[in-house]
């Protein structure tokens, strides 16, 4: 079955830089779109990014671009979101995606902004 792993959070301050990863396992890789979403405390998972199969487009919700970056190594399985500038409302945790016949998750996790 799907399995999705997130890895890279942790607390960061204003300005600062993170990189998240996404392990995956279970399906095909290389032959699926990928997202990050992101859900922050009292507010609905919004999405953040998404790359193609290949990783020749990608797609940016304005309040992130070009500010984030989202890439993936098809060689390894693995899906990264690159984040620079920090700000606080980027505090969230964040969640690696991969819609194949119904939408699948990882577990999520937590990147803080604060001073």
């Known amino acids: 079955q799907v399995q999705l792993v997130e890895s890279g959070g942790g607390l960061v301050q204003p300005g600062g830089s993170l990189r998240l990863s996404c392990a995956a396992s279970g399906f095909t890789f290389g032959a699926y779109a990928?997202?990050?979403?992101?859900?922050?405390?009292?507010?609905e998972r919004e999405l953040v990014a998404t790359i193609t199969?290949?990783?020749?487009?990608?797609?940016?919700?304005?309040s992130v671009k070009g500010r984030f970056t989202i890439s993936r190594d098809n060689a390894k399985n693995t899906m990264y979101l690159h984040m620079d500038?920090?700000?606080p409302e980027d505090t969230a945790v964040y969640y690696c995606s991969v819609y194949?016949?119904?939408?699948?998750?990882?577990?999520?996790?937590?990147?803080?902004v604060s001073s």
């Open 100 to 112: 194949k016949g119904r939408r699948s998750w990882g577990q999520g996790t937590q990147a803080t």
């Open 34 to 43: 990928l997202s990050w979403y992101r859900q922050a405390p009292g507010k």
């Open 85 to 87: 500038s920090l700000k």
């Open 53 to 62: 199969n290949a990783g020749g487009s990608t797609n940016y919700a304005d």
